[in-house]
């Protein structure tokens, strides 16, 4: 895989969904950069344990830290962040990619349907709660920037307050993109108020790969196990995809969309200011109920 020109030493990396699929690879490729700590939130730690021995073997890094946070709780959320600005307090890179893509709809312990807390509103929790840690990390040859893990399936999602549960079309894959536009234009309105701080945020589709973010059995699994394998890319590129865009240029590349690396137009939703705003205060209304 191309090496980027960038430094990271020095730098506190935060990557989300680092457990298997493209995270894992996403924090094989930064741990190459050798950062002063990457810290890899994850809801099982049994499960992540082989995210840091594929690191170590790959490239004999062994400062990545596990630390615990399930998107799909809250609380579990409010904590982790908590301890980041205790503890840590230094941010330079935050990459929100975790993600779950169900084929019936389930809601989370905090009664929310699933794709729009795990996908969306806990990254917005989390990266809102790191705010000031993050304008207090970003330099003017080092802006702290924030990495928002869309999909191609954002160009077909809606944002719809009376289905935001999902439960009026019952659709988990309608739920699935419309969680990943929400990432879009959370991205877009995140960068638009960090204007004039050394933060930035952009989105990205990583590319159509073949990951276990969603879940199949018996035939219907079989079918697209194979179908997968036959037209995605490799982790290894969409990792590639995501970072080059986010490290190189990225004062230029704020606050845009980029799709198998390059500049692409996302939804067109995404760019509606009025709308992301109003859809910023409903989460912010949402979360102040939970």
Same mark, same amino acid.
């Given at each position: 895989?191309? /090496?980027?020109?960038?430094?990271?030493?020095? /730098?506190?990396?935060?990557?989300?969904?680092?457990? $298997? +699929?493209?995270?894992?690879?996403? *924090?094989?490729?930064?741990?190459?950069?050798?950062?002063? %700590?990457?810290?890899?939130?994850?809801?099982?730690?049994?499960?992540?344990?082989?995210?840091?021995? !594929?690191?170590?073997?790959?490239?004999?890094?062994?400062?990545?830290?596990?630390?615990?946070?399930?998107?799909?709780?809250?609380?579990? #959320? %409010? $904590?982790?962040?908590?301890?980041?600005?205790?503890?840590?307090?230094? #941010?330079?890179?935050?990459?929100?990619? *975790?993600? #779950?893509?169900?084929?019936?709809?389930? !809601?989370?312990?905090? +009664?929310?349907?699933?794709?729009?807390?795990?996908?969306? =509103? +806990?990254?917005?929790? =989390?990266?809102?709660?790191?705010?000031?840690?993050?304008?207090?990390?970003?330099?003017?040859?080092?802006?702290?920037?924030?990495?928002?893990?869309?999909?191609?399936?954002?160009?077909?999602?809606?944002?719809? !307050?009376?289905?935001?549960?999902?439960? &009026?079309?019952?659709?988990?894959?309608?739920?699935?993109?419309?969680? &990943?536009?929400?990432?879009?234009?959370?991205?877009?309105?995140?960068?638009?108020?960090?204007?004039?701080?050394?933060?930035?945020?952009?989105?990205?589709?990583?590319g159509f790969i073949n990951t276990?973010?969603?879940?199949?059995?018996?035939?219907?699994?079989?079918?697209?196990?194979?179908?997968?394998?036959?037209?995605?890319?490799?982790?290894?590129?969409?990792?590639?995809?995501?970072?080059?865009?986010?490290l190189l240029d990225v004062q230029?590349?704020?606050? /845009?969309?980029?799709?198998? +690396?390059?500049?692409?137009?996302?939804?067109?939703? *995404?760019?509606?200011?009025?709308? %992301?705003? /109003?859809?910023?205060? !409903? $989460?912010?209304?949402?979360?102040?109920?939970?």
């Open positions: 895989m191309e /090496k980027l020109k960038v430094d990271l030493s020095g /730098k506190v990396v935060i990557i989300t969904g680092a457990s $298997s +699929g493209i995270g894992k690879e996403l *924090a094989n490729y930064i741990s190459s950069y050798n950062p002063k %700590r990457l810290i890899l939130p994850v809801r099982n730690r049994t499960k992540s344990q082989a995210t840091l021995e !594929y690191i170590k073997e790959k490239n004999g890094f062994t400062n990545a830290e596990l630390w615990d946070m399930d998107l799909a709780d809250l609380t579990s #959320v %409010r $904590s982790f962040a908590k301890k980041v600005v205790e503890e840590v307090d230094q #941010v330079h890179v935050l990459i929100n990619n *975790a993600g #779950v893509v169900l084929y019936d709809l389930s !809601y989370t312990k905090n +009664g929310l349907e699933t794709h729009f807390q795990v996908n969306y =509103l +806990g990254h917005f929790l =989390l990266t809102t709660s790191l705010l000031d840690t993050l304008k207090k990390s970003g330099t003017d040859t080092f802006p702290a920037r924030v990495i928002n893990v869309s999909s191609f399936e954002s160009l077909n999602g809606v944002i719809d !307050y009376n289905n935001i549960d999902g439960k &009026k079309s019952s659709n988990a894959l309608e739920m699935y993109r419309n969680s &990943k536009l929400m990432n879009h234009m959370f991205s877009n309105e995140l960068n638009k108020r960090l204007a004039g701080t050394n933060v930035v945020s952009l989105a990205m589709c990583p276990n973010i969603g879940e199949a059995s018996g035939l219907a699994g079989m079918w697209r196990d194979l179908v997968f394998t036959l037209i995605s890319a490799t982790t290894e590129t969409a990792s590639h995809n995501v970072l080059k865009p986010s230029q590349n704020a606050g /845009k969309f980029f799709r198998d +690396g390059e500049l692409s137009n996302g939804n067109p939703l *995404a760019d509606d200011e009025e709308l %992301r705003i /109003k859809f910023w205060e !409903y $989460s912010e209304h949402v979360l102040a109920e939970h």
